[in-house]
T-cell receptor, first 112, second 112 residues
Framework: QQQVKQSPQSLIVQKGGISIINCAYE??????FPWYQQFPGKGPALLIA?????SEKKEGRFTISFNKSAKQFSLHIMDSQPGDSATYFC???????????FGAGTTVTVRA | DAGITQSPRHKVTETGTPVTLRCHQT?????MYWYRQDPGHGLRLIHY???????DKGEVSDGYSVSRSKTEDFLLTLESATSSQTSVYFC???????????FGSGTRLTVV
């Protein structure tokens, strides 16, 4: 049973639009929440990560929003570009336990 | 991906045969992981290692074994391959105190 539930499974956005991917978890011991980006034929690569002591983290056009009480976190891709077309995975782990639990993934397609 | 190499990149094997996948790192990282990636399931942890000869099971370990006799090498063995083990297998590494993973490029395994 997946410990991190991710939605939607796929989304299509126009160039310049905002892509939003949501993840939810049940295990309140989770305290590290990364997002990975994967291009076809490649391994996933760490994109951005957040800990529960902050509600938002921004790196360039990518922003993580974190809602501890709702046990949800989301990735926002602002001004989406065709080069952002990829599969995105959310994940979670417990401090001191280096194993990551991944969501099912979201395939993002940015139309030019 | 810099510092981590998986071999082979592609393999087709017959049901019932043993198969060994290799992960080699040059980063001297302590932790190594094997994940499988399947549509709709994301990445699921098979086995992981927290040091030479120190390994443990992940969430989908049935039918798989691992060995780590050197820091740089982590082997995944399918004792008797089944069609349900057709998947893309990713190795990842991480270091003590760092929770971000570096993934290899993956091995696409087809069991016929």
């Amino acid at each position: 049973q997946q410990q991190v539930k991710q939605s939607p499974q796929s989304l299509i956005v126009q160039k310049g639009g905002i892509s939003i991917i949501n993840c939810a978890y049940e295990n309140t011991a989770f305290d590290y929440f990364p997002w990975y980006q994967q291009f076809p034929g490649k391994g996933p690569a760490l994109l951005i990560a957040i800990r529960p002591d902050v509600s938002e983290k921004k790196e360039g056009r990518f922003t993580i929003s974190f809602n501890k009480s709702a046990k949800q976190f989301s990735l926002h891709i602002m001004d989406s570009q065709p080069g952002d077309s990829a599969t995105y995975f959310c994940a979670a782990s417990i401090l001191g336990d280096y194993k990551l639990s991944f969501g099912a993934g979201t395939t993002v397609t940015v139309r030019a | 991906d810099a510092g981590i190499t998986q071999s082979p990149r592609h393999k087709v094997t017959e049901t019932g045969t043993p198969v060994t996948l290799r992960c080699h790192q040059t980063e001297n990282h302590r932790y190594m992981y094997w994940y499988r990636q399947d549509p709709g399931h994301g990445l699921r942890l098979i086995h992981y290692s927290y040091g030479v000869k120190d390994t443990d099971k992940g969430e989908v370990s049935d039918g798989y074994s691992v060995s780590r006799s050197k820091t740089e090498d982590f082997l995944l063995t399918l004792e008797s391959a089944t069609s349900s083990q057709t998947s893309v297998y990713f190795c990842a590494i991480s270091e003590l105190g760092e929770y971000g993973y570096t993934f290899g490029s993956g091995t696409r395994l087809t069991v016929v």
